[in-house]
């Protein structure tokens, strides 16, 4: 399996997975022209491209990726939030065959219409992309490459001078150092190969700090996968970032001084995603 980065984090984020056979894109959160830039100009070798959420670091260049040729595969809700449809805006809603992939999605903890996670089965191995989410509540046994999203610490959010409406949508929405190391304790990791921590924030996280829990905790490879500099100014240079959509302030308040309160804990009900 192959994983690249062409960008993480706020500015977009867009990854390339390959099992040899099939690449796809899960997210396209950047400008077309850095996607192209990222994939050496080979756009349509990609079969599809997986969106998780509607906002704007994630599915950016979703149109125009549908017009160059892609099919895009994500949520009826996020379709919809999106204005997206046709042929190739294809509905994630059970296990589906993306060429040599099968992809099973699982709904996501985040303040967008429908956001959704994704299982990628191929050849024996198995990688699980988060996307943006609070906690992942099914289980999933058998991950061998995990890309999750590793936002910030609890000790940082709290010792921050965001907003406190600013701090509990952060802890609502997205996942925490904490929060990871919660879903590798609680799930089987005796065929995790690779991590890869995603979407970390700039403000709030240390990705030595970050890299060293989870390769002391799990004993495998940890990748981060930061913004790619190039990336950031090129985009910048384009144009002013758009605001992402308005996030939901119907999030109920959480304590923030108070680390049981944020903490979801692995759900025992949930339901597993068979291996
Ligand atoms: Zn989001």
């Known amino acids: ?28 959160g950047l400008p077309l022209r850095e996607i192209r830039r990222g994939l050496d100009f080979k756009l349509t070798d990609v079969e599809g491209c997986l969106v998780s959420h509607e ?33 190739r805006a294809h509905v994630l809603d059970a296990p589906t065959r ?22 990628l089965d191929s050849g024996g191995e198995r990688l699980m992309y988060s996307g943006d989410t609070c906690f992942i509540r099914p289980k999933i046994p058998g991950i061998s490459h995990l890309m999750i999203e590793a936002n910030h610490t609890w000790e940082a959010i709290r010792g921050s001078d965001l907003d406190r409406s600013v701090k509990n949508r952060t802890i609502k929405t997205h996942m925490s150092l904490e929060t990871v190391k919660g879903f590798l304790a609680a799930n089987d990791r005796s065929r995790l190969r690779e991590v890869w921590l995603l979407h970390l924030s700039d403000r709030h996280s240390d990705e030595g700090e970050f890299r060293r829990q989870i390769q002391q905790m799990t ?56 291996w």
């Open 1 to 28: 399996m192959e994983i690249i980065s062409l960008g993480s984090g706020s500015t977009g984020n867009c990854y390339r997975v390959s099992d040899g056979h099939t690449a796809l894109l899960l997210e396209c």
């Open 55 to 87: 906002h704007l670091d994630h599915a950016r260049s979703a149109p125009e990726i549908m017009k160059a040729g892609v099919d895009i595969y994500a949520s009826t809700g996020t379709f919809d939030a999106l204005s997206l449809f046709g042929h």
């Open 98 to 119: 993306i060429g040599t992939w099968l992809v099973t999605p699982f709904a996501a903890e985040h303040d967008a219409a429908e956001p959704l996670g994704f299982v």
């Open 219 to 274: 004993g495998v490879p940890v990748i981060v996968a930061t913004t790619s500099a190039e990336t950031a100014h090129a985009s910048a240079r384009e144009r002013p970032s758009p605001p992402l959509p308005v996030c939901s302030d119907q999030v109920p308040d959480v304590v923030v001084a108070d680390d049981t309160a944020a903490f979801t804990p692995p759900d025992e009900d949930a339901p597993e995603i068979p």
